[in-house]
């Protein structure tokens, strides 16, 4: 047998010729390329303890792969105590099948999502977020292959979504970890918690509130956070909002102005039943927190006359705005009188009077009284579409001091006041008869005319007695400065030396009387000489001889000058 391998060195050319050029005759076998490498898991979400299936491909056929869970995040080519230090080795060698197997550097296998990793530098509590499965060879840190998956954090809810700084809002989680505390974070910034749970309960539960912090106008992020990490995570959004002080003004009346959940920065316009106001600052703003504070004064209008509500609505410049109501009290009806009387400028009597109202009721007759229990009217009126009237009248006769001028409508009565000047007219100088004169029984009576602002009247008596103990005639309301007895008024002659005596004083329109002038004797028929008393005789030669002496020296001096 053994002589059938021998070739001669010709022959062996031969053959191996023939073999080179069939060999040459066939396709090309390419050589096979390296497969990637490759993890793949069951599903890309699972929470703690729940079983995840793993599929390797791709590994060296027949190796021995490690499998890590970690939170670290890293690429293939790290090495684990590198790159991934917080870890849980999930299995050891497990076998890629075989190159005659029928999958050929492929693997399947599983783990249970862990509540800790505590194979690497230090433990670390399973929480929400993204984990990777990492493969290495037996005997290598260099990881091979990556899987990733996500844990979710669980969930919450807010109610209401929207609100305004301030208010009420209720969060209610699940899928956290039991038993554990939680903390509210609104935009990054913790939150107290105003009411409900501090803690999840056995099934990872809770329901608590919160209070809007003070922030612009926009949505927010709102987290609640366990202690082992979990994050769930909604949005809340902040709209502005108004309130006004008081709820209810007079017009000309302040009303304060606060708002929140603006956008932050921005100037501000206040429009009061669609009309733009003036503010207090002129320029109004909000700060960095989107806030603002102000205020404005309440315009008089005919549409608040009657009392009514007003919607005031502020705006930024990015066009949020918001809106409040406040009442507005009817507006008062006013009245004034022109001129305008006072203790140091007052009115009288037969003066023309001003007198304008506003805010009666529209189309309404005024009636308009002088001295208000009294109720004398004084002017009517018609108010306008405008609700405003005016009438003058003329001052009555009326004592010194205040006056009520009344105006009303039936609905509305408003009093001004008016001053009365206070004043007594001047004491009236006699004239005639003249001192201890003899008259007619018709006497003629003749005294200085007395001028008064208010007007002047005059009162005359006569009596028998320098008393007035006796009055034989009383004159009131006398308009002229001078009086003549009637035939039926006449005096009887004077006998015995009796004597008349007259006297008069002067009543303004105020009705304020002057002093009475000093008491005057007269005689009706009869001489000085029969009918002057003797006392009242000498008194006169006296006084007449001192009055003689007085112009006597008078003359004298100026004549020595």
């Known amino acids: 047998m053994a002589k059938l391998w021998k070739f001669s060195g010709t022959r062996w050319l031969l053959v191996s010729g023939g073999l080179m050029l069939l060999l040459g005759a066939l396709p090309a076998i390419p050589a096979r390329a390296a497969a990637e490498v490759v993890l793949t898991l069951s599903s890309d979400e ?22 890590y869970l970690s939170s670290d995040a890293a690429a293939t080519g790290s090495e ?61 840190q260099e990881i091979v292959a990556v899987a990733t998956f996500n844990i979710p954090h669980g969930e919450i809810e807010i109610d209401p979504e929207a609100a305004v700084v301030g208010s009420q809002a209720t969060i ?37 509130t919160i209070a809007i912090p003070e922030n612009p106008s926009g949505s927010y992020p709102v987290t609640a956070i366990d202690e082992a990490g979990n994050r769930p995570e909604t949005e809340f959004t902040v709209e502005p909002q108004i309130t006004l002080s008081p709820s209810s003004q007079d ?14 920065r921005e100037d501000i316009t206040l429009v009061l039943d669609g009309d733009p106001l003036p503010t207090i600052p002129v320029t109004m703003h909000t700060n960095r927190l989107g ?9 008089p ?15 930024d410049e990015s066009d949020h705005f918001a809106e409040a109501e406040f009442y507005v009290l009817p507006i008062p009806s006013r009245v004034r009188l022109t001129p305008d009387t006072s203790l140091d400028s007052p009115g009288h009597a037969g003066m023309e009077l001003t007198v304008a109202g506003i805010w009666f009721t529209a189309n309404a007759t005024i ?3 002088y001295d208000g229990d009294e109720a004398l009217t004084v002017a009517t009126a018609e108010a306008t579409d405008s ?20 105006a009303g409508d039936g609905a509305n009565s408003v009093s001004v006041v008016f001053t009365m000047e206070s004043e007594k007219p001047a004491t009236p100088v006699l004239q005639e008869p003249a001192f201890s004169q003899a008259a007619e029984p018709e006497t003629h009576f003749d005294w200085d005319e007395v001028t008064d602002p208010s007007g002047v009247s005059y009162s005359l008596q006569v009596a028998a007695d320098d008393n007035f103990s006796a009055i034989v005639l009383n004159k009131e309301g006398l308009s002229d400065s001078e009086y003549t007895l009637s035939g039926e008024e006449s005096l009887t002659l004077s006998k015995g030396g009796s004597s008349y005596y007259w006297r008069v004083k002067a009543v303004d329109g105020t009705l304020t009387e002057s002093d009475w002038t000093t008491p005057r004797p007269f005689s009706v028929g009869a001489s000085q000489e029969t009918t002057l008393p003797g006392w009242l005789k000498y008194l006169g030669i006296g006084v007449g001889a001192a009055v003689a002496a007085f112009f006597i020296i008078r003359a004298r001096r100026q004549a020595a000058e």
């Open 46 to 67: 699972f929470e703690i303890g729940d079983d995840v299936s793993i599929k390797g491909t791709g590994f060296e056929a027949g190796s021995y792969v490690y499998l």
């Open 80 to 140: 684990i105590d590198g790159k991934v230090t917080h870890y849980q080795l999930l299995e050891r060698n497990v076998r890629s099948g075989e190159e005659s197997s029928a999958s050929p550097g492929e693997f399947r296998t599983s783990f249970t999502v862990p509540e800790e990793l505590t194979s690497g530098d230090s433990q670390w509590t399973v929480h929400g977020g993204d984990y990777h499965v990492y493969a290495t060879y037996r005997g290598s």
């Open 172 to 208: 209610t989680g699940q899928g956290l970890r039991p038993e554990q505390r939680i903390t509210i974070r609104f935009d990054g910034q913790e939150t107290a918690i105003t009411g409900g749970d501090e803690i999840t309960d056995a099934d990872g539960e809770f329901t608590c």
């Open 251 to 264: 017009v000309d009346g302040l009303v304060e102005v606060k708002g929140t959940g603006f956008a932050a």
């Open 291 to 299: 806030s603002l504070g102000g205020s404005f004064v309440v315009p």
């Open 301 to 315: 209008h005919p549409a608040y006359a009657d009392g009514c509500l007003a919607r005031v609505r502020v705006y």
């Open 367 to 369: 009636t308009v009284t």
């Open 387 to 406: 609700r405003t009237f005016s009438a003058t009248f003329t001052v009555p006769p009326s004592a010194p001091g205040s006056h009520a001028v009344v």
